[in-house]
């Protein structure tokens, strides 16, 4: 299976109300490859039936979606994440610990 494959597969697991990190995405997968679990991130072709917006940066903030780190498209991954009862303060993730899944 390929390095995408798997990361798809784990972002399934990510319920709906919760969030995880490239950190912990890169630990389920013994792997420091965060950049490329990104780039499969952004390259997400089942999106979203494959969750790729519940994966944030390990400070809680929202880092990145499709490709971008700022303007629109953060604005749509924040409200998609909101729909799903995440709260924020700004682009920071609200009860970052409460919120975090771990695989």
Do not use: W
Not at 16 to 35: F, M, N, Q, V
């Amino acid at each position: 299976m390929k390095l995408a494959e798997k990361i798809y597969e784990l972002c399934k697991q990510i319920p709906e109300g919760k969030i995880s990190t490239y950190l912990e995405l890169g630990k389920a997968l013994d792997t420091k490859a965060y950049r490329a679990i990104g780039q499969c991130l952004k390259n997400n072709p089942n999106a979203p039936s494959t969750p790729c917006h519940r994966v944030v940066s390990s400070s809680g903030d929202i880092c990145g979606f499709k490709g971008k780190t700022s303007g629109k498209e953060i604005q749509k991954k924040i409200k998609m994440l909101e729909k799903e009862g995440i709260k924020f303060q700004g682009e920071k993730i609200v009860d970052f610990e409460k919120v975090l899944f771990k695989f």
